[in-house]
T-cell receptor, first 111, second 111 residues
């Protein structure tokens, strides 16, 4: 059963803590993406990766970091430097240049 | 100016009605266009790609007007299950893999 999985579904973090959001896909897609969605706003691109061991900053990369050591996995770390991290985080994957498919998302709340 | 602009709505229509959404994009070199559907607190899911000649999928019709830089989505015979937020999505160019998302148009179909 092919698809994209994200974990956890809900995550609570204290201020000053780093947290890592998981994203795994078994669609054999080369490209993977991280977006953030806030109420009343469109999705905003945080980071994307077109190939293993390579990634680029998106529009709002400050306070976030990623790695792409395996084709299937693209974890996102939300660092303490991110000033307003409470949001809905969505991971996506695609064949480069084609439509993107999304995971179910992680809701991060900073307490 | 935003890359992609949509009327946020909400559009409240009775069952069986026909409803249309428009979306404008700013980059005239944009190559690919999509409509995604997003249910409340869920991930976006691809509804349909938009082709230059226009395309239809059951009750849904998408059209592209490159000269005026807008795309449209028409839903005929609205069902209660069509209630969702519809996201207009634009791929800026052949060399880019990232997508630009509109903020979405909220549709509620009323019994």
């Amino acid at each position: 059963d092919g698809g994209i999985t994200q974990s956890p579904k809900y995550l609570f973090r204290k201020e000053g803590q780093n947290v890592t959001l998981s994203c795994e896909q078994n669609l054999n897609h080369d490209a993977m993406y991280w977006y953030r969605q806030d109420p009343g706003q469109g999705l905003r691109l945080i980071y994307y990766s077109q190939i293993v061991n390579d990634f680029q900053k998106g529009d709002i990369a400050e306070g976030y970091s990623v790695s792409r050591e395996k084709k299937e996995s693209f974890p996102l770390t939300v660092t303490s430097a991110q000033k307003n991290p409470t949001a809905f985080y969505l991971c996506a994957s695609s064949i480069p240049g084609y439509e993107q498919f999304f995971g179910p998302g992680t809701r991060l709340t900073v307490l | 100016r935003k890359e992609v602009e949509q009327d946020p709505g909400p559009f409240n229509v009775p069952e069986g009605a026909t409803v249309a959404f428009n979306c404008t994009y700013s980059n005239s070199a944009s190559q690919s266009f999509f409509w995604y559907r997003q249910d409340c607190r869920k991930e976006p899911k691809l509804l349909m790609s938009v082709y230059s000649s226009g395309n239809e999928d059951g009750r849904f019709t998408a059209q592209l007007n490159r000269a005026s830089q807008y795309i449209s989505l028409l839903i005929r015979d609205s069902k209660l299950s069509d209630s969702a937020t519809y996201l207009c999505v634009v791929k800026p160019g052949t060399g880019a893999n990232n997508l630009f998302f509109g903020t979405g148009t909220r549709l509620t179909v009323i019994p």
